[in-house]
Nanobody
Framework: QVQFVESGGGLVQPGGSLRLSCVVSGTIFSAYGMAWYRQAPGKQREVVAGISRDRKTIYADSVKGRFAISRDNAKNTVYLQMNSLKPEDTAVYYC???????WGQGTQVTVSS
């Protein structure tokens, strides 16, 4: 069974940065595209960024130029570097691979002064 363990969230002031990590097990990590999602209170889960097997990236308009997704296939890990954070980035962040319906527990990101 595929498992995702997200970490790196926390409380940060507007304009600050965080780096999220997600370790994946139970699958051939390098064979799948990966994505980060987020869910804010009272809102539906939305995709934030994605990275293909060959490292092509795509971003939601709301985070373009501020967030960067990357992957380390040797460590079965996908990252999300988040810069210039805004209060509207507050959410629980999840990672997920293509081809599975599993979700991890997520990591809370709170942007507040």
């Amino acid at each position: 069974q595929v498992q995702f363990v997200e970490s790196g969230g926390g409380l940060v002031q507007p304009g600050g940065s965080l780096r999220l990590s997600c370790v994946v097990s139970g699958t051939i990590f390098s064979a799948y595209g990966m994505a980060w999602y987020r869910q804010a209170p009272g809102k539906q889960r939305e995709v934030v960024a994605g990275i293909s097997r060959d490292r092509k990236t795509i971003y939601a308009d709301s985070v373009k130029g501020r967030f960067a997704i990357s992957r380390d296939n040797a460590k079965n890990t996908v990252y999300l570097q988040m810069n210039s954070l805004k209060p509207e980035d507050t959410a629980v962040y999840y990672c997920k691979s293509s081809g599975t319906s599993s979700w991890g527990q997520g990591t809370q990101v709170t942007v507040s002064s």
